[in-house]
């Protein structure tokens, strides 16, 4: 299934005061609203995803699994800044005709909200029964939840936090480095920057995955290699198959929007406060090997707000088992919704 693309003719004003001549989102649904309104399932994805949740997370979103068409009406935006049809670097410039490529504006994750908002708004969405994000789609779901308490009626969290770790913001930078060191990345083609894709992609792995998952799966038998070895073929297919479907400006401008994320920035208060606003029943999700956006940033949520119910996942496949993991969060979750709905 192809995305559909709303295409807003009209100026739209980012954080930083930058104005997009005109906006596009694309988007995927599935399923049909419900004459209530009341079966609304939004999904937020993450860093290199696109708006077909269906298939990146098809464990969890399809006929007869835990969020099916048949009974939820599905929406997922790609978020602005992306290159899979919303607004960022590869789409055209109306003012010069040609694609922006690096002379896109920086964006937020409020800025990927309000985008949001707008396409809810064109899609006649008065209520959003489940507000859903993983990681990265985390920070647009708590940012939403913030400028649009009483449109959310309940809340699913994964893997993810209420600002962007000194950790994260360090690997970010690192990745940014990578890109920064391959002397093509700001020139005005589709392939710019590929080779420091590879690379930042490569770091990004380490940070997915952990120690165990790499001896488990990529070890080598052979006692005497001396080169060759399958971990690092892994990591370069890893590397090659991002470059392949993704573009190096738009995950250098979407790791800069991580990094902005604190749902305290410019707001009068601190995050546990913000977080005690938030009363909406919510389901947290966190994994026993993630080490990138580790337990103790969902177990902060869950001390802040009022509503929370917290599971944590044995897996050992780190931050990505939000991906893998879906006979365990499917379970975790249809449960939950049989008690919360």
């Known amino acids: 299934m192809s995305a559909k693309v709303l295409h807003i003719q009209e100026a739209f004003t980012l954080e930083s005061g930058a104005v997009l001549p005109e906006l596009r989102i694309a988007y995927h649904t599935y399923g049909t609203p419900n004459a209530a309104g009341s079966n609304v399932v939004w999904v937020c994805h993450a860093l290199t995803a696109n708006s077909d949740v269906a298939d990146w997370w098809a464990g969890l979103i399809g006929e007869g699994r835990v969020i099916d068409p048949s009974r939820h009406f599905i929406v997922c935006a790609n978020i602005l800044g992306s290159c899979y049809g ?42 959003i029964q489940l507000l859903v994000g993983g990681s ?5 779901v708590l940012e939403w939840a913030l400028a649009e ?14 600002a ?25 083609h589709l392939q710019a920057g590929a080779r420091g ?28 290699k001396t080169d060759g070895f399958r971990a690092s073929s892994y990591i370069n297919y890893q590397g090659d198959k991002l470059v392949n479907r993704f573009n190096a400006q738009s995950y250098w401008l979407l790791t800069k929007a991580m990094d902005s994320h604190n749902i305290a920035r410019g707001r009068q208060t601190d995050m546990a406060t913000l977080l005690g606003q938030l009363t909406h029943p919510t389901l947290l999700m966190g994994i026993t090997s993630d080490i990138l956006c580790p337990p103790e940033e969902q177990l902060f949520l869950e001390k802040h707000m009022p509503n929370a119910t917290y599971h944590e996942i044995d897996s050992s496949y780190g931050h990505d088992g939000f991906l893998i993991e879906f006979e365990q969060i499917g379970e975790i979750l249809r449960k939950w919704m049989q008690v919360r709905f």
């Open 86 to 127: 919303s607004s960022g670097p590869l789409t055209h410039n109306p003012a010069t005709g040609h694609p922006y490529y690096h002379s896109f504006p920086a964006v937020t994750i409020r800025d990927m909200v309000q985008a949001h908002i707008l396409l809810r708004k064109h899609l006649g969405i008065d209520k």
């Open 136 to 140: 990265m789609g985390g920070y647009q």
């Open 149 to 162: 308490p009483n449109t959310m009626e309940r809340l699913f969290l994964l893997c993810t936090g209420a």
């Open 164 to 188: 962007e770790s000194a950790w994260g913001i360090a690997i970010h930078t690192s990745q940014r480095l990578a890109i920064e060191a391959d002397s093509s990345w700001q020139e005005p």
């Open 197 to 224: 894709l590879k690379a930042a992609r490569a770091i990004g792995m380490l940070t997915y995955r952990n120690y165990q998952t790499f001896v488990r799966t990529q070890s080598d038998p052979d006692k005497d």
